[in-house]
């Protein structure tokens, strides 16, 4: 969402002026200006470290399919973790509906319900 500079610098001049209350429109307005505020902060500052992160190491940024794959193997590397600690065998997830309790693949999603 694109703000205009009008109403921002409105809202400046309201808090900064000698307006001792305000209405309840004013209030959500500021409200949601400081929300997107820390919002494009938080995102600059880990773009931010990030980048600055990998000019530390020389190293280029990952690619979208090696930061998938890197995600994809933490998550298998726990399903394993798991299955050991409770004893049980582990399964590679194809894909699909598995039973809650048990983890067995369901073959009918009547059967679940």
Same mark, same amino acid.
């Given at each position: 969402?694109?703000? !205009?500079? /009008?109403?921002?610098?409105? &809202?400046?001049? #309201? ?5 001792? =209350?305000?209405? *309840?429109?004013? +209030? ?7 929300? !997107?505020? /820390?919002?494009?902060?938080? &995102?600059?500052? #880990? ?5 600055? =992160?990998?000019? *530390?190491?020389? +190293? ?17 590397? #726990? ?8 004893? *049980? ?25």
């Amino acid at each position: 969402m694109r703000r !205009e500079a /009008g109403p921002v610098l409105s &809202a400046a001049e #309201a808090l900064t002026g000698e307006q001792e =209350t305000f209405t *309840r429109a004013q +209030v959500a307005h500021l409200i949601s200006l400081a929300f !997107e505020s /820390g919002i494009r902060f938080r &995102a600059t500052y #880990a773009e931010g470290e990030m980048l600055a =992160t990998w000019a *530390r190491h020389h +190293v280029a940024p990952p690619t979208r399919r090696e930061r998938i794959a890197a995600e994809l193997a933490a998550v298998d590397r #726990a399903a394993r973790v798991r299955a050991e600690r409770e004893g *049980r065998p582990y399964r590679v997830y194809r894909g699909g509906p598995v039973d809650w309790e048990t983890g067995a693949p369901v073959r009918r999603l009547g059967a679940v319900a």
